[in-house]
Nanobody
Framework: QVQLVESGGGLVQAGGSLRLSCAAS????????MGWYRQRPGKQRELVAT???????NYADSVKGRFTISRDNVKNMVYLQMNILKPEDTAVYYC?????????????????WGQGTQVTVSS
């Protein structure tokens, strides 16, 4: 069983910073792309940023220049550094692993999600 656990959310004032972390656990052999998504109140879940196993990144236009995604392939972790936060960044942030290959049992899992972490930005 593979689990993704997010941490680092909280309450911050506009203009402040937060760093989210996501730890993948289980008998993991490899993880392809990982990413961060968010669901704002009353909205559908949306992509924030993704990163491939090779380090290529992609960002939503709304966070470009403010957020930075990174990952540690050895520790099976992905991070989201969020700077110059705005009230409209308030959301539940979810970690995603696109394709996870496990060894015990030997299988491939698609679309693994964490439980989410709340980020609230006050004006």
């Amino acid at each position: 069983q593979v689990q993704l656990v997010e941490s680092g959310g909280g309450l911050v004032q506009a203009g402040g910073s937060l760093r989210l972390s996501c730890a993948a656990s289980g008998s993991i052999f490899s993880i392809s792309a990982m990413g961060w998504y968010r669901q704002r109140p009353g909205k559908q879940r949306e992509l924030v940023a993704t990163i491939t196993s090779g380090g290529s990144t992609n960002y939503a236009d709304s966070v470009k220049g403010r957020f930075t995604i990174s990952r540690d392939n050895v520790k099976n972790m992905v991070y989201l550094q969020m700077n110059i936060l705005k009230p409209e960044d308030t959301a539940v942030y979810y970690c995603n692993a696109d394709r996870v290959t496990t060894t015990q049992p030997l299988r491939i899992m698609f679309g693994v999600w964490g439980q989410g972490t709340q980020v609230t930005v006050s004006s």
